[in-house]
């Protein structure tokens, strides 16, 4: 009997969409060995995502991709508005503008906000940057089959779609980034909550370069489509150029040559190519569990959400990178043993408000009226157009609240809430995203942040950190102090000590260096 084929791997990530390949760029940048399995051939051909979220941006920032994702396609002068049109060449009932990357030039809250680089686009720049890690092995055409595991090893069967060959690949961890259908999700028998399908969508992905200039709205991001009844469906112009997408929210009947969509959304006649027409399930969906032993779930394998809050792969890849170095703490011994729990503790709290914030965000334009009322709400000076999307910074505020290693202090008794986080729109505290602040022509403070744990000391020498990394470097815990000195920073951060986590959020504040510094680092990794 032939012996069969065996690997050995530290991580294996089940899926190569935009969740996957970023798990894969945070392990290699830590130098984890992985092999990411996609069972697709390459990359897909048909956009689903739209828009990279502020937050996102931020990783593909520290991953130094963020100039190729922003140049990639959407020209920097197109303005980003959302505009409410009876047609494409109807009447224009309403308009949010948005302005263009030049226009709005540097934000507060974020140093790069929101990028328009549609997913067939993003994946490619992802897999060029996983693929350039020495310890990131892809292999496309490989499928997960089933998977076992006990208290030391995963142990997978992959098949090789090309040569129908099977392996076995064991490793230390396995993270399902597979999607919806997750099979690694499935092998934990994890349930999924939530309403479940709130509508049969239909995506019209089709080509046409005579579109842009056949109606005199110009360039806009969003065209969102009201005829009589309702909000039917909205155009979203895929490359700034001749790619478009026309998603129809809801019809259980759809019309698969997507032809009669097209002609209502233009209002006449035009010459286009339709390259794939496409009805799907909009979700309202939360794993009960996130992870079981050795084996993790991320992205839309955990969660899925409707795509009008731009929130669903932005909550896949803020995954991925809690995750992350969770994994690499573990592997290398100074994470403590409650460490990789504590990425269900923190990441299913937000999947959920993200799922929540989709829905209410779906609901809110189902719930348009039509054009009749649309145009009377307008005249009587109602802005109806209000709260149909999520802000990119709320989407930026994440806040671990119940985490066990994020240390809340006295001021921080209150829980965290989505209101409060909508009128302050940065909030240091123990959990949150470490806020931006712009340190000079730019730089962010984030840009200093690095791949372990910072302390901060705010307006304080170095010297007042020592105690912390001595406590750290005791632990072996991979540590730096900055001492920085800026107004804006002292305002913002409010605190004279800040401890940054690997993921870029706060797990520890102070004013005065701790008195038990070994007790605040063994917390903050999980021991
Ligand atoms: C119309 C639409 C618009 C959207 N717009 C936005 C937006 O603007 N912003 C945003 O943040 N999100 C948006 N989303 C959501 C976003 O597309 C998803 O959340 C994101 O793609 C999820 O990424 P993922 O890597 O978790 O899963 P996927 O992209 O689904 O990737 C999973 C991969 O796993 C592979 N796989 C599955 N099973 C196996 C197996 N057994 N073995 C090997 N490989 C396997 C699949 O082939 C697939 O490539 C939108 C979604 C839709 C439908």
Known sequence: MPKKKFEQVSVLIVGGGPVGLSLAIELGLRGIDCILIEQRGGHPEVPRMSQVSGRNMEFCRRWGIEKKVRGAVWSSTHPLDFVYATSLTGEELARVKIPSYQKRGKLDYSPEGTCACPQIFFDPILAEKANSLPKINIRYKNQL????????????????????????????????????????????????????????SVN???????????????????????????CWAELIAIDGK???????????????????YLQKMAGQDF????????????????????????????????????PTGGL???????EAVNLAWKIEAT??????????????????????RSVELSTDSFNAIAALPGDKDFRKAIKSGKDITRGLAVPDELRTQLCFDNSQICIRDEDHTKKWDNALANTEIQLARPGARAPHVWINEGKSILDLFGTHFTLLCIGKPEKDGETMELAATRYRVPFKVLAINNPNITVLYKKNFVLVRPDGHIAWQGNHPPQAPEKIIKQVVGA
């Open 204 to 230: 019209i992905f089709f080509r046409s370069s005579e579109l842009a200039t056949l109606h005199d709205k110009g360039w806009a991001r969003f065209y969102r489509l009201i005829d009589e009844q309702k």
């Open 312 to 318: 669903g792969m932005h909550t896949g890849v803020c």
């Open 271 to 306: 010459s286009y190519e339709v390259i794939d027409v496409s009805p799907w399930e909009r979700r309202d969906y939360l794993a009960q569990s996130f992870h079981s032993n050795r084996a993790f779930i991320a992205g839309d394998a955990a969660q899925q959400c409707s």
């Open 145 to 200: 089959k089933s998977f076992e595991q006990d208290n030391r090893k995963i142990s997978a069967q992959v098949v090789d779609l090309n040569s129908g060959k099977s392996l076995v690949i064991n490793a230390k961890y396995i993270v399902g980034c597979d999607g919806s259908g997750g099979t690694v999700r499935e092998g934990l028998n994890i349930l999924l909550d939530g309403l479940g399908t709130i509508a049969t």
């Open 242 to 260: 001749e790619l478009w997408r026309l998603t129809v929210f809801n019809d259980q009947t759809p019309d698969k040559t997507g032809r009669s």
């Open 331 to 352: 592997l290398q011994g100074w994470g403590g043993t409650k460490l990789l729990d504590t990425y269900e503790e923190e990441c299913q709290p937000i999947a959920n």
